[in-house]
């Protein structure tokens, strides 16, 4: 009877899909769109009802004024306000209703034809007054070349420094075609401003000419008080100096005025940001929801999951005594059992790898210990020879310093000695050397004391010295040994330095490519078993390096782990 596998993929493509990706792809858009659809329904809105406010007030400040200049310039007698106190009262009061009707404090004034103030309910004459006596210019010079009708422009004060500029409306007193006089209303720059002010919705009124006699904002200035360009022709969204707007125009009077409205993105930072906290607030419970929920799914179908990846974990960190029990019906189990099968054949196959690889080890550092130079053992012996003929004490010593290096190198209690100990077996083996060459051949050695009891292989400096005194002798009269041992960079060094015939390039090159291998095709027998021995005991980090000069001599320095004798 077969048993149908249940797909663990399928299962889990299913639970993330109804759990997590629908809902998420699903609010995601709806709250994109209702944001995004908030936020420039409310841009839009907020400007043009802006735009709408501040051209209804413009107008009617400005027509309700015009109509009221008109008036009163009908119904002035010049004469009689000059000779008559009641009809200057009676004056005062037309003047006054007239402004408060209006709801913007507003100064008004009436002079004569020679710019004489007759009534007015301000103490001094505006600065454009004074001006208009000697040059007949400004609003006094438009209102003379159109007596008939109300004429409206905005003035800068002299005495302020701000750009905005005050609003004048003005009609001529007319008797029999003659100018008798004038009607002045003056609204104060600040009353304008502070009538169309928004902290949201910048205002800008321009005439004809692109002057800005009224903006909230001195952004928008440039020298001249007139618009910047790029204000001119924008329309909707646009950028400036780092700075996002959304304008909106309408021209007022017949033209003679344009009102542009322009609302800041960064002015409805305080909404972006409320809809961004309700945004993460959303996502937030919708997520911590799908966490849960996945998280809860997820358990129960990937419990084997865990298991499989602790044991392959325990694997790698050495342990190879964990089991998987797993009864999943489903492809779990049959990696279940089968890592169970890989894991004990892996064990055995390990033991006996292991053995056999300490027996090879072990093995070929004792070949390499011993193997001893047979033509330095025949050489010290001829030389014996002929010393006990003719110098007897020096064949003595000859004789007693073989002997020490050889019971030292036949020596198997131990594979590592301190350095004094094989210094001692050196030393002999250095003694014997000078026997045979004399004079041609010193030594020197620099080891400090602290470093005695640091632990080498045996037999390690002596094929170095022995390689040295082979080759280096074949183009020099006179060689110095120098050896120096020391610690450096929590490693023990031994440098074996001798200034005899150099190794050229070629050589070189095949000495440090046999020291790289780990078998020996070369002559160089003794610095290969050195090299061999210290990588098998110790690992491939540590070594010999060689080094080579013209005129120099060569140098050979020995890497090993610092290790002292308890």
């Not at 903006?215 to 790029?230: L, P, R, V």
């Not at 098998?536 to 980090?541: D, I």
Request: hydrophobic share 40%; charged share 20%; net charge neutral.
């Amino acid at each position: 009877m077969s048993v149908k596998v249940n797909h663990l993929k399928d299962e889990l493509r299913r639970t993330f899909t109804l759990y997590a990706l629908i809902p998420t792809f699903i609010i995601s858009i709806f709250i994109f769109v209702l944001g995004f659809a908030y936020w420039n329904i409310n841009v839009l809105e907020r400007n043009q009802s802006r735009l709408n406010a501040a051209c209804e007030m413009m107008s009617t400040l400005i027509s309700g004024y015009m109509e009221k200049a008109n008036d009163i310039a009908a119904l002035c007698d010049i004469n009689e306000l000059r000779d008559n106190k009641s009809a200057r009262v009676k004056m005062y009061e037309k003047f006054y209703q007239s402004t408060n009707n209006i709801g913007v404090h507003t100064d008004f004034y009436l002079f004569d034809e020679g710019m004489n103030r007759l009534i007015s309910n301000q103490k001094q004459d505006p600065e454009f007054a004074e001006l208009a006596r000697s040059a007949n210019w400004g609003i006094i010079g438009q209102i003379q070349r159109r007596p008939s009708v109300p004429i409206f422009t905005f003035v800068r004060s002299i005495t302020s420094f701000g750009p905005q500029m005050d609003l004048v409306i003005g009609k001529a007193i007319l008797e029999k075609g003659k100018i008798t006089g004038y009607v002045l209303f003056v609204v104060p720059a600040a009353q304008l401003v502070s009538a169309v002010a928004n902290p949201y919705v910048h205002i800008i009124v321009k005439d004809g000419y692109d002057y800005m006699p009224i903006c909230t904002d001195e952004f928008f200035y440039t020298a001249m008080n007139k618009m910047k360009i790029e204000f001119k022709n924008a329309d909707g969204y646009f950028s400036l100096a780092d700075r996002k707007y959304y304008i909106s125009r309408r021209e007022i009077l017949n033209g003679e005025l344009t009102v542009f409205s322009l609302t800041s993105v960064g002015g409805i930072i305080n909404q972006l940001t409320n809809a961004l906290i309700i945004l993460i607030g959303v996502l937030f419970i919708l997520s911590l929801s799908i966490v849960i929920s996945v998280k809860k799914q997820a358990e129960e179908k990937t419990k084997m999951i865990d298991q499989l990846v602790e044991a392959f974990s325990a694997v790698k960190d050495g342990n190879l005594d964990m089991r998987l029990t797993i009864n999943t019906n489903n492809e779990f189990q049959i990696i279940g059992e089968a890592y169970n099968m890989m894991l004990s054949s892996l064990k055995e196959l390990m033991q006996t790898n292991h053995e056999k690889a300490r027996a090879t080890v072990i093995s070929e550092i004792k070949q390499l210990e011993s193997q001893f130079n047979p033509h330095f053992l025949f050489n010290t012996l001829e030389n014996v020879k002929f010393m006990i003929k003719l110098d007897p004490v020096a064949a003595n010593k000859m004789i007693v310093s073989l002997s020490n290096l050889l019971r030292y190198s036949i020596n198997n209690n131990s594979s590592e000695v301190t350095i004094k100990e094989d210094m001692e077996y050196t030393q002999n083996y250095l003694d014997i050397q000078k026997y045979r060459f004399g004079q041609r051949l010193n030594y020197i050695l620099d080891i400090p004391e602290e470093i005695n009891n640091c632990i080498v292989p045996k037999l390690i400096i002596q094929p170095i010295i022995e390689n040295a005194v082979k080759y280096g002798f074949r183009a020099c009269q006179h060689m110095l040994v120098e050896i120096k041992i020391s610690i450096t960079l929590n490693q023990l060094a031994i440098i074996i330095a001798n200034n005899g015939t150099e190794i050229d390039e070629q050589s070189l090159y095949e000495i440090r490519e046999m020291l790289s291998s780990t078998s020996n095709c070369s002559q160089h027998t003794g610095l290969y078993n050195v090299n061999r021995r210290i990588q098998l005991m110790y690992g491939e980090s540590y070594g010999l390096e060689i080094m080579s000069t013209r005129h120099e001599g060569t140098t050979v320095k020995i890497i090993l782990p610092i290790h002292k004798k308890q």
